[in-house]
């Protein structure tokens, strides 16, 4: 059986940078369960895996525009650092992640410096602008459970469990 839409790929990968840094993989667990064609994984990889089957291994490159968008400045903002107080215990610093009220709703940002009392924060994805290289072996390949497609995700081991 192929991969192709709404049937579930369960793959073993590794991702890596332009540097040849690991970001992340799944090595020492089980592998990872999607199912194709729906937006599970990032665009660039999906189209690579389709056609594939059980024991295909691949290596890929995808750029920015097919995984996570080119670095966008003007989600970039400095706002004052009294904006965040009363956010817990923990004390503001450069790297933390932070939940930030925007007009697209709750949005996660990286707090990338802080000056005085100015803050900067980025939206952008951590991977945003990141040319990606990923090596990837097939694992399995199922047809995907009605209540899966009407969930959006796999379930069961390497998927999402309830």
């Not at 665009?43 to 890929?60: A, F, I, N, R």
């Not at 933390?96 to 949005?107: E, I, K, L, T, W």
């Amino acid at each position: 059986m192929q991969i192709a839409k709404n049937k579930v790929g369960f793959i073993h990968y590794e991702l890596k940078n332009e540097k040849g840094e690991i970001l992340d993989s799944s090595a020492g667990r089980e592998p990872l369960g999607y199912i194709q064609g729906i937006g599970n994984l990032i665009p660039g990889l999906e189209k690579e895996l389709e056609g594939k089957k059980t024991g295909d291994k691949l290596s890929v490159v995808i750029a920015p525009e097919d995984a996570y968008g080119k670095f966008n400045p003007n989600a970039v903002h400095v706002v004052p650092k009294s904006g965040f107080q009363g956010e817990g215990n923990e004390e503001l610093q450069e790297g933390m992640r932070v939940q930030v009220d925007s007009n697209q709703g709750v949005q996660i940002a990286m707090v990338t410096k802080i000056e005085g009392e100015n803050v900067t924060l980025d939206l952008n994805h951590p991977l945003a602008g990141v040319t990606l290289y990923f090596s990837v072996e097939i694992m399995g390949v199922r047809d995907a459970e009605a209540v899966e497609l009407e969930h959006g995700h796999v379930h069961g081991p390497g998927g999402h469990h309830h």
